[in-house]
């Protein structure tokens, strides 16, 4: 059982940055690939980035082509945190950010979408003004 809490959403001008963090409670958090997911009001939530499990090919990252080379994920397994540092932000990145967590791969999570995906957190908004 893992339980997902995420932070870090707020309102920024275009051009920003942000970071988003996500707390994971759970003793096998390094077991578990990492992901992030964005949804907008009226479409479906889509995949933004995925980062293995330590006890895979550690390291491996998949991004959505629309944030590749401006947003970067990273995970702390001895803090159980995910991150999530948005650069370079666009008002078409506003969306609701939800942390998941998978036993897949994060090119599974990225392939499959929310199926994929196993736990969730509750989201957190980030709306970025032009």
């Known amino acids: 059982q893992v339980q997902l809490v995420e932070s870090g959403g707020g309102l920024v001008q275009a051009g920003g940055s942000l970071r988003l963090s996500c707390a994971a409670s759970?003793?096998?958090?390094?077991?578990?690939?990492m992901g992030w997911f964005r949804q907008v009001p009226g479409k479906e939530r889509e995949f933004v980035a995925a980062?293995?499990?330590?006890?895979?090919?550690?390291?491996?990252?998949y991004y959505a082509d629309s944030v590749k080379g401006r947003f970067t994920i990273t995970r702390d397994n001895t803090m159980n945190m995910v991150y999530l540092q948005m650069s370079s932000l666009r008002p078409e990145d506003t969306a609701v950010y939800y942390c998941?967590?998978?036993?897949?791969?994060?090119?599974?999570?990225?392939?499959?979408?929310?199926?994929?995906?196993?736990?969730w957190g509750q989201g957190t908004q980030v709306t970025v003004s032009s």
């Open positions: 998941a967590a998978s036993i897949g791969g994060p090119g599974r999570l990225q392939q499959l979408g929310v199926t994929a995906a196993n736990y």
């Open positions: 759970g003793r096998t958090f390094s077991s578990y690939t």
């Open positions: 980062i293995t499990a330590i006890s895979a090919s550690y390291g491996i990252i």
